[in-house]
C-alpha cells in the first residue's frame, strides 16, 4: 500500500490515487487495531507468564498466571471489528480494480501476480496473487470467532476473563452472521432504478422527539433513515431491535444548531455524576495495583459505564433537525461538532442523489440491524478496560493561529474537540473571526483531560440569520511520546482550508471536575495578567473591539469622540469578562459607537496605565526636545523600557489610530482629534505624584502633556509593528498534516 501510494503522487503511477483508495480502504485502520491488540497481549504475557517451569514444578500455571487477565483486551478488538464491514463493503469494487489494472497494466499484472508476505514465526517468505492477499481480512473474521470459541472452552467459569470471552464470542459471532446475511438482506430490496438499498452507517445518538431525551441506534440505508431502540440480550438469547421511527432520504431536509446554555439544574446534575465518575474511576485505578477483589471492580465499572451513558444521553448541546416533505420531523441530539458532520454529510450525500424510497418492510428491516450493524454499543469510553499508555493525562494546550484557502470572505470560528473520559468539558471554540479570506485568532484553548487519544478540529463559517456552515474538518492523534511542555505547531489540512495551531501538553494528576467553568475577567485586570491568561502580548477585547471598527466604523462621522449607550457598553464589558466567544459575537451586530466605547473604557479602567505612570517625567523630558528625529528617538527609548504587553499593545492601538485618520475625509477625526481622546487613557501622571510639595503641574498641563505624548507617536510615519501573539517556540520545525 506504501509502495504503490507514493506511486501515485509520480508521473508514471502505477495505481491511481482513487485506485489506491479503492483497493486498500481500511486497511490502516485494521491493520492499526491488530498491531494495538498484539502489543496489549504481548506486554500481558511478559508480565505474568514464565517462560518455562523451573526445577520441581509440573509447568502448570502458577497462581500469579491465573490472575492473568485478557478477556478485555479481545472485547476492545472485536468492539472494532465494525471496521471490517467497510473493508466487506468494498471488497468487490477493490478486486474489480485490481482485475481491471492487472489485464491492461503489463507492470501491475507481474506485481499482482507474484506479492510476498512474510508469514509465521520463522518468517517463511510465501508467494500470493493481489486478489489472494486481499482476501485474507475476510479470512480472519472467521479465525477470530474459531480461536474465541477455543479460548473459552479452556477459560474456567471462576476466571474473571469467561463473562469477558463469552461476550467477545457473542458479539464476533453477530458480526460473523450479518456478514454471511448481508449480501442476502441487503438484495432484498431493490429501487427501481437498480440501486440496492445497504446499509451506509449507524451509530447511537439521543433522540428527543417526543420531548424527552432517550439513546437510540440510528441506521442509515441507502433511501432512508430508521430509529430503534435497542434491546439488550438475557443470557443465552440473542439482542433485539424495536422499531422507532423512520424517514425517507427524499427531500429531507436537515439543520444544525448549537445549544451551549443548560439550566442550573441540569448543570448541577451533570456535574454531580462527572465528580461520581471521577471518584469511581480513581478508585479503579488504585484497585488495579492493590489486592480487591475482582467483584468490587466488576460493580465498579458497571456503574462507571451506567454514569457515563447517563451524562450521554444528558450533555448532547448539538442539535440536528430532520424535516420530511411530508410535515414529519425529528430531533436528534449529538455531543460532538465533528460526529454530526460525519452523520449530516453522510445524509446530504444520499438525499443530493435522485434517490426514490421503496416503503420498507420495518418488521423485517428492524429485525436485520442486529444482523447488519457496525456499531455493537454506544461510544462508553469505561468498557476500555484498559487505557493506552500512550493517551494523555493533564493539561492540554490548544493555540489556534490562523487560517488559509477559504474561497470567499467570511466569519470564521474552529471548534476543538478531545476524547478521553467525560469529566471534564471536552470542546471549545474561538471567537468568530472579521469576514476576512485569512481569518486569524492567536487564540489559547486549554483541556483538562483523562485518557486522551484523539483531537478532532472543525472549521466554521458562521453567518448572519443563517445555519453555521462546517468548511472542513480533521482529527490529529495524541501521543505523549511525540507531545510536551512545549509548544509544538502544525498546519493542519481541512480540506480546501488550512488551519495552523500549536500544541502543547503538561502530564499531572488531576483535581475532581469544578462545578464552573473558571471565570478569567479582562476588564480592571493588570494587562499582564490578561495576556498571561490568554497566551498574546495584545488583548483579545482590544483587538476584537479595533477589528469591528475597522471593519464598519472608518466611514462613522466623530468615530471615538461620539459615545455609544452606556447600558449597552457595560453589558458588553461583562460578557467579555465571562466569556470571550460570546461577547465578540455580540460585538458583530454591537452599534458601532458601543464597540468604540468599549476600547476606550478598557483602557480606562485598567489599574495602572497602558504606559506606566513612572515614564509620564521621561516621556515629558523628550518632549522638550527640539530636534523631532531626536525626540522620537528619545520617545521610543521610553516605549521599548515598558514591559512587552504594555509596549505592544500600545503600538497595536497607534497603527489601528492611524488608519482611523486615514478616513478623516469622511469621519472627521484627525491624529490630534484622536489622541486628544486617547492621550488621558492611555498615559497618567504617578498617583504618588499627586499633591507632591514640589510637584506644580496642574490637571491642564497634565492633559496637555498626555496628548501631545500620544500625538507625537502617531506621526510617526514608520512605527514599529506590534507582536500581537506569543511567540510559539517549537521542537522542531513546522509540520504539515494532511487529512
Partial sequence: M????????????????QQVQTVFYQVPEISDMHQNFFSGLKERL???????????????????????????????????????GGFIGNYEEAVEVVRK??????????????????????????????????????????????V????????????????????????????????????????????????????????????????????RHLFLYTDLLLCTRFKHATRGKQDQYRFGWFLPLAGLKLRWVADQHRSPDAQLRLHNTRTKMHLLCQQLRQHAQGSKSLAFAARSRKKLEQMELMLLTHSPVYTLELHSPSGKSHTLLLSSLYELEEWREAIHKLTTDNIETVPPDLLTLTSACVKLRMTQQPPLHSTNAVEDEMSLCGTLSVAVHSACGLQQPASVYVCVEVDGYEFYD????????????????????????????????????QADGKNDTVLGKTSVKLRSKTLNERWRRQTLHLGQVDVTVSLKFSPHPLEPPSATAPLHPVFCVPIEIVT???????????????????????????IYRISGSSSDINTLKNVFNIN?????????????????????????????????????????????????????????????????PNRNTFLFVLHHLQRVSERQDTNKMTLINLATIFGPSLLRLPVAELGHIGCSMDISVEVVLQVQVVFCYLQCNNLPEAQTSLPHDTDSEDETTHM
Fill in 2 to 17: 506504501k509502495a504503490l501510494r507514493a506511486s501515485a503522487g509520480t508521473s508514471k503511477p502505477v495505481l491511481s490515487s
Fill in 46 to 84: 511478559s508480565a505474568h507468564c514464565r517462560s518455562e517451569p523451573g526445577p520441581g514444578e509440573d509447568g502448570q500455571m502458577s497462581y500469579t498466571g491465573f490472575e492473568l487477565v485478557v478477556g478485555d483486551l479481545f472485547l476492545k478488538m472485536v468492539n472494532q471489528l465494525g471496521l471490517y
Fill in 101 to 146: 489494472c492487472t489485464q491492461s497494466d503489463p507492470c501491475f499484472r507481474t506485481l499482482a501476480q507474484s506479492m510476498m508476505s512474510n508469514i509465521g514465526s520463522d518468517k517463511t517468505r510465501t508467494k500470493y496473487t493481489f486478489e489472494a492477499l486481499l482476501y485474507k481480512p475476510l479470512d480472519r473474521v472467521t479465525k477470530t470467532t474459531l
Fill in 148 to 215: 474465541l470459541l477455543d479460548l473459552l472452552k479452556t477459560t474456567p467459569e471462576t476466571h474473571q476473563d469467561f463473562a469477558l470471552l463469552q461476550e467477545a464470542l457473542r458479539l464476533s459471532r453477530s458480526f460473523l452472521s450479518g456478514v454471511n446475511e448481508s449480501s442476502q438482506s441487503k438484495r432484498g430490496v431493490t429501487l427501481s432504478h437498480g440501486m440496492r438499498r445497504k446499509l451506509m452507517r449507524d451509530g447511537f445518538v439521543v433522540d428527543a422527539s417526543e420531548g424527552e431525551r432517550h439513546m
Fill in 426 to 461: 471536552k470542546q471549545a471554540t474561538t471567537h468568530s473571526s472579521i469576514h476576512s479570506l485569512n481569518p486569524h485568532w492567536d487564540q489559547e484553548l486549554e483541556f483538562q483531560v483523562d485518557a486522551a487519544q484523539e483531537l478532532r478540529l472543525l472549521c466554521v463559517s
Fill in 532 to 558: 498571561q491568561q490568554e497566551g498574546v502580548m495584545v488583548p483579545h477585547v482590544v483587538r476584537c473591539c479595533a477589528e469591528e471598527v475597522e471593519r464598519r466604523g472608518l466611514a462613522e462621522v466623530g
Fill in 580 to 644: 470571550l466567544r460570546d461577547a465578540v459575537t455580540r460585538l458583530r451586530t454591537a452599534e458601532v459607537n458601543v464597540v468604540s466605547g468599549v476600547l476606550k473604557l478598557y483602557f480606562r479602567e485598567l489599574p495602572e496605565p497602558l504606559i506606566p505612570a513612572d515614564k509620564f517625567q521621561s516621556l515629558a523630558r523628550s518632549l522638550e526636545i527640539q530636534d523631532v528625529d531626536s525626540r522620537l528617538v528619545s520617545l521610543f527609548a521610553v516605549l521599548h523600557s515598558c514591559p512587552a
